[in-house]
Antibody, heavy 131, light 106 residues
Framework: EVQLVESGGGLVQPGGSLRLSCAAS????????INWVRQVPGKGLEWVAN????????YYVDSVKGRFTISRDNAKNSLYLQMDSLRAEDTAVYYC????????????????????????WGKGTTVTVSS | SYELTQPPSVSVSPGQTASITCSGD??????ACWYQQKPGQSPVLVIY???ERPSGIPERFSGSNSGNTATLTISGTQAMDEAEYYC?????????FGGGTKLTVL
């Protein structure tokens, strides 16, 4: 069974740090992009960060740049999110999600469309930033 | 930064067709996908690459994308389809979600 299981959430004070983990199973982890997506209870989804298959590409939403670091260990089928300088607004459920990215060329290769979607999601881990 | 706009809510009667829109600048030049999220559950991918359905997603779910608008259509809507729906696209190396649409089946 294809599965993602997050862990590491908890209560942390503002300015503190937390490291989330995501354990993958049931598929070849090293073949896929992987994401962190968060959701404030009762609110919408917000993409946080992602990483390509070998870790050579990483992207972040502006609000976490310089504070969060995404990493992966393909030998351990695991994804991580190091969260530093945490703020109250980082309080959310954090999901790990498998990503699929590809390119479609058209007009004789003069134009390209990028597709990116997340086809497998974990159940999430809750992070609460509060004093 | 790129923005995707969805109506906050859509209502539909059982058996009727529900349409949920997602608007963004030249969205038709990008690929859109859609997720369904029920209360207390994780999101589930229901449409990818504008109109493709993952295995296990009922045929009543379909999608389109042209101009500035992507549309998720649910034909013969069932009570079990009541959920929050999110569109998503990829722009400038970031994944962008719409704000979500609450679909009510009544």
């Amino acid at each position: 069974e294809v599965q993602l299981v997050e862990s590491g959430g908890g209560l942390v004070q503002p300015g503190g740090s937390l490291r989330l983990s995501c354990a993958a199973s049931g598929f070849t982890f090293s073949n896929y992009w992987i994401n962190w997506v968060r959701q404030v209870p009762g609110k919408g989804l917000e993409w946080v960060a992602n990483m390509n298959q070998d870790g050579s590409e990483t992207y972040y939403v502006d609000s976490v740049k310089g504070r969060f670091t995404i990493s992966r260990d393909n030998a351990k089928n695991s994804l991580y999110l190091q969260m530093d300088s945490l703020r109250a607004e980082d309080t959310a459920v954090y999901y790990c999600a498998r990503g699929i990215r590809g390119l479609y060329y058209y007009d004789s290769g003069t134009h390209v469309r990028v597709y990116y979607y997340m086809d497998v999601w974990g159940k999430g881990t809750t992070v609460t930033v509060s004093s | 930064s790129y923005e995707l706009t969805q109506p906050p809510s859509v209502s539909v009667s059982p058996g009727q067709t529900a349409s949920i829109t997602c608007s963004g600048d030249k969205l038709g030049d990008k690929y859109a996908c859609w997720y369904q999220q029920k209360p207390g559950q994780s999101p589930v991918l229901v449409i990818y690459k504008d109109s493709e359905r993952p295995s296990g997603i009922p045929e009543r779910f379909s999608g389109s994308n042209s101009g500035n608008t992507a549309t998720l259509t649910i034909s013969g809507t069932q009570a079990m389809d009541e959920a929050e729906y999110y569109c998503q696209a990829w722009d400038s190396s970031t994944a962008v979600f719409g704000g979500g649409t609450k679909l009510t089946v009544l």
